[in-house]
């Protein structure tokens, strides 16, 4: 499974505007616009794909701030005073 977590995280990692996070259960992922998240989803798929995967799962648990900006440091600095 490494080399697949690691030719999507290569991938998604050259898009404008995504800060990622790989932690060892999964691939933190923030952006500015959800658009910038979803096409990291779409660009993880691919290039697994493009390694001969034949079967390709994420999932997805979507956090989008409305009423502040926050970033997902906050969430980390919140918990550790």
Do not use: N
């Amino acid at each position: 499974m490494g080399r697949y977590v690691k030719a999507a995280v290569t991938a998604v990692s050259k898009i404008k505007g995504l800060r990622l996070e790989v932690t060892p259960m999964s691939t933190i992922l923030e952006a500015e616009e959800i658009e910038t998240v979803l096409q990291a989803v779409i660009v993880a798929h691919e290039a697994v794909k493009a390694l001969g995967a034949q079967r390709v799962s994420s999932t997805l648990r979507i956090d989008e701030r409305l009423d502040k900006p926050r970033v997902m440091r906050d969430k980390v600095l919140a918990v550790s005073d």
